[in-house]
């Protein structure tokens, strides 16, 4: 994340440079270039008030602004010459925020304090349609790059989307704790991000309207936002003169396919990132290559299904419904048994490191740390039916997903609970701690969560699959994670930096 102190003047210049050249500034190509003072090209005057809205027309011939006058104007951007006035009985009956064009600069869509938007036809200038339904004045409006779609950020905390077709509201997306003061559409149209008062950057789907990502903006409220061509980096601008950039968890770089006929119910990556090891309610336990997915092997002898998996290079243990723990050797699929560890399911496994100990829990709140081969070692309490478990690099700290919808740190030097982090609105089935502790991700029914563990405050959320999220996986970089759900789909994300 970059935050740059910027004055008022110089913000409107970069945010218009970053509009022409974000590519540059996303893929980290832009050269250091000796400061230019801003020379004035023209000068539009006509408006009686203050303007508060400005958009370039795609090809860049037009400019449209929008004023507290109640008017909407269009000028001719290379001799700064008006064309005409959009307004009258026909027009906005009160301050004009918000102004966005079609893509093919045919359309102009403006938003009001009036409540409303409305479509005009630019080449005509007429009214063509007007879009209700708002309950307060509307802020920004954007259009998807396809014309369908039109989101708008009211003053009422929603965002809303909208068929340009008949001017019918779709969807109504709640999340913000203020007023909503800008939207974007990413450039293939797949997500609309918001910012507002509440100092949030959301994302959304604008195909069911459902919120797939909150990360943190501004904490003096955040004014405008812009999303790379990538669809991978969201720029924010801050009423406290800051701009801010945004990796976009909401967007998985891929999805891979998952070999196993039923659902993936349990995911790992080796240390090294080469091998991606899946388990399923199939019974099976899978490696394949996480380059191109292709299988390479199966893991014989589960006699029940899957619920969790660990390895540490070297082995692969896997926790089963039928109450067993069992291990292979990961270099040539050997099966090295089984051992039954306790009263209930299997609920989590975590090999240390070195594979001298394994760590299990069950459904029954049971939390056991064995001594290779296997062999009883301390246990934790826990008052609570555990579900997933994660063991830092060095194996000293121990983190639980519980069906109490709460996560908790344990010291293994004392085997205390020291830390919980509450968030979650459904049973944590998956948790998972990063190589170099300081990122950790938990899941359930209700998405992907991610944590400052500085804290133990929620930094981020994902929606991320139609299904509860059975695993989830850091690879050895840290900048990337891998998910499964019991939706069938195992989805791999890019992590902001």
């Keep these: 994340m970059l935050a740059t102190n910027l004055r008022p003047r110089s913000l409107v210049v970069l945010v218009l440079a970053l509009l022409a050249g974000l590519s540059l500034l996303a893929s980290g190509t832009a050269q250091p270039q000796a400061a230019v003072p801003p020379q004035i090209v023209q000068t539009l005057k006509g408006h009686g008030e203050l303007v508060y809205g400005v958009a370039f027309s795609p090809d860049g011939s ?36 918000g102004l966005a064009f079609s893509p093919d600069g045919k359309i102009l869509a403006s938003a009001s304090s009036d409540n409303t938007i409305k479509l005009w036809d630019v080449p005509s200038s007429s009214p063509l349609r007007d879009f209700l339904g708002s309950a307060d004045a509307i802020h920004a409006v954007a259009l998807s790059p396809d014309g369908t779609k039109l989101a708008t950020a ?6 809303r989307i909208w068929n340009t077709a008949d001017g019918k509201q779709l969807f109504q997306c709640t999340g913000h704790a203020g007023p909503v003061l800008s939207v974007a559409f990413s450039a293939n149209g797949a997500i609309v991000a918001s910012t507002g008062a509440d100092g949030t950057l959301r994302l959304w789907n604008p195909a069911d309207g459902k919120q797939t990502a909150v990360i943190g903006a501004q904490p003096a409220g955040a004014s405008s ?9 969201a720029y924010t601008a801050g009423h406290d003169g800051t701009l801010k950039v945004f990796g976009i ?12 006929g039923e659902a993936v119910t349990a995911l790992v990556l080796t240390p090294d990132g080469n091998k991606i090891i899946s388990g399923s309610s199939d019974k099976t336990v899978r490696v394949s290559a996480f380059a191109n997915g292709a299988q390479e092997r199966v893991l014989d002898g589960a006699a029940a299904p899957v619920t969790s998996l660990s390895t540490n290079g070297t082995l692969v243990a896997a926790g089963l419904a ?14 090295l048994g089984q051992t039954p560890v306790g009263n209930a399911p299997v609920s989590g496994v975590a090999l240390h490191p070195q594979g001298t100990q394994l760590l299990t829990t069950t459904s029954d709140g049971a939390v056991k740390l064995w001594s290779l081969p296997l062999k009883p070692a301390r246990s934790l309490a826990h008052p609570e039916a555990i579900l997933s ?45 990063s190589p170099n502790a300081a990122l950790f991700a938990s899941g359930g029914a209700d998405g992907i969560r991610f944590w400052n563990l500085a804290n133990n405050q929620q930094s981020a959320f994902i929606g991320g699959h139609a299904a509860p999220v059975t695993s989830l996986q850091f690879n050895a970089g840290n900048n990337q994670l891998l998910s499964a759900g019991e939706d069938g789909s195992v989805k791999l994300w890019n992590l902001p930096a």
């Excluded at 968890?249 to 196993?260: C, M, V």
């Excluded at 690099?393 to 996560?407: C, E, F, I, P, Q």
């Design 249 to 260: 968890p909401g967007t998985p770089s891929r999805s891979l396919a998952a070999p196993h």
């Design 322 to 335: 039928d109450r067993n723990v069992r291990l292979w050797n990961l270099a040539d699929g050997a099966s």
């Design 389 to 433: 478990a994660a063991l830092t690099a060095d194996g000293n700290r121990l983190y639980t997903g519980s069906a109490d919808k709460m996560v908790r740190s344990w010291n293994l030097m004392n085997n205390q609970a020291d830390k919980q982090l509450a968030g979650h609105t459904a049973p944590v089935t998956a948790v998972a701690v």
């Design 62 to 97: 037009l400019v449209a602004t929008g004023s507290f006058d109640k008017t909407l104007k269009l000028w001719h951007a290379a001799t700064g010459q008006e064309i005409r006035t959009l307004g009258g009985p026909a027009g906005h009956q009160n301050l004009v925020l």
């Design 154 to 159: 009211g003053n009422d905390a929603a965002v």
């Design 225 to 233: 936002v812009v999303i790379n061509p990538n669809n991978t980096i």
